[in-house]
């Protein structure tokens, strides 16, 4: 399928697919599997001790470097940023804030 005749959803799959198949990628797994893995270890590692906060935590942990990665795609352009994201750019201001980013550094990059 040509680009022009895809769906962004459609492109935005395409590209992940692509992604996957490339043989010096050694880290093309699904994020979804590499997530799930991680949240299995974290339990392994707790030994039975008690827990809280996790849903924080994981959100934590892939929100602040997909900011990292869009900035740097955009080249610190919030509007573009906000955009690939799908929020406004009030919000990103404040979960750059809240991951202590300094999206000025991201931008010189």
């Known amino acids: 399928m040509a680009p ?3 769906t962004q959803t459609q492109w935005q799959q395409e590209a992940l ?3 996957r198949k490339e ?3 050694k880290q093309a797994r699904p994020l979804r599997e590499c997530v799930r893995d991680a949240i299995d270890a ?10 809280s906060g996790l849903y924080r935590m994981v959100l934590d942990e892939v929100e602040a470097p997909l900011l990292e990665s869009v900035l740097r795609q ?7 940023a906000a ?4 929020i406004n750019r009030a919000t ?3 979960k750059l804030r809240q991951h202590q980013l ?4 991201i931008k010189e990059e």
């Open 92 to 94: 990103l201001r404040k």
């Open 74 to 80: 955009t080249r610190g352009n919030h509007s573009r």
């Open 17 to 19: 697919n692509r992604y």
């Open 83 to 86: 955009e690939l994201l799908g």
């Open 42 to 51: 974290y339990f392994s590692n707790l030994d039975g001790h008690p827990t």
């Open 102 to 105: 300094d999206y000025s550094a």
């Open 23 to 25: 043989p010096d990628n």
């Open 4 to 6: 022009d005749d895809m």
